[in-house]
């Protein structure tokens, strides 16, 4: 007979409570079974579902000052955002703040990854070194690779701290541009007058820019951006393409499949 429901909660809690990383579901059913083989994998990803509703109900009797979220593919506990004042104050310390540059930046790369540095100065129209430097240091984003064309160009993507960082289970909750930009006037007013934004609206609001270059609000500025850099990555394809063999007559040789 496998743990009860309220031993598995007990054992969640205590995986969470000393994690410094989001733990995944996969990994608290593999450690919960190797200790005790009896337990289904149904009954601890149950038990999850019931530890994550019972931090959300604002009736409980204990622990009001704690969250269990889900955050970048795993479960991690956090404080009550009404409590950071008080948190930021006892550890002496100011919330974590990007430079617009940075801002900017990291969401071009949330929105477009994988791209390269190149693809990010065509659309800030700056040179994008410091602030990628700057990302790189906090880890919210990584290097993926290298682009197969001229220069070989690194590429960059966000990472798990991105998605710690601001909150979020994956890249699917990112909002849309046109989420952003298509906010009425009141709703923008209270966005605006947040004197602490989220982290996530601040990702919002600097990937905004890239909808304000231009005054059609179906994202012509961003579109024309995005096609100026597909251009300039086909035009760079078609130099290094080898040139098509030519038949007796000046013409492209015909392929021995080709109909007759």
């Known amino acids: 007979m496998g743990l009860a429901s309220d031993r598995l909660r007990s054992v969640i809690e205590s995986i969470l409570l000393i994690s410094p990383d989001p733990v995944p579901v996969g990994r608290l059913v593999e450690v919960i079974r190797i200790e005790d083989p009896a337990t289904e994998e149904s009954a601890v990803r149950e038990a999850v579902s019931q530890l994550l509703a019972d931090y959300q109900s604002p009736d409980r009797a204990v622990a009001q000052g704690l969250r269990v979220e889900e955050v970048a593919g795993g479960l991690q506990f956090r404080t009550t955002p009404d409590n950071a004042p008080f948190v930021r104050r006892f550890l002496a310390a100011k919330p974590q703040r990007l430079t617009k540059a940075s801002l900017e930046t990291l969401s071009i790369i949330a929105y477009r990854q994988p791209c390269t540095k190149p ?10 070194g410091a602030a990628l430097k700057n990302l790189l240091d906090r880890e919210l984003i990584k290097i993926l690779g290298k682009r197969e064309e001229v220069g070989r160009p690194i ?4 990472t798990p701290q991105f998605l710690e960082f601001f909150g ?10 046109r989420e952003f930009h298509e906010l009425d006037e009141e709703h923008q007013s209270r966005v605006d007058a947040l004197e602490q934004p989220t982290p996530i609206e601040e990702l919002a609001a600097a990937a905004s820019f ?3 270059q231009g ?5 012509e500025a961003l ?5 100026a850099v597909d251009q300039a990555k086909q035009k760079t394809e078609d130099t290094l393409a080898p040139p098509a063999a ?11 499949s080709g109909d007759a």
Not at 155 to 158: E, S
Not at 246 to 256: A, L, T, V, Y
């Open 168 to 177: 979020l289970k994956s890249l699917a909750e990112l909002p849309t541009l």
């Open 223 to 227: 579109d024309q951006a995005v096609h």
């Open 215 to 219: 005054e059609d609000e179906d994202l």
């Open 210 to 212: 890239l909808v304000e």
């Open 119 to 128: 693809e990010v100065e065509s659309i800030r129209g700056v040179d994008a």
């Open 246 to 256: 030519e038949g007796p007559g000046g013409g492209p040789s015909e392929s021995s």
């Open 155 to 158: 590429v960059y993507g966000t």
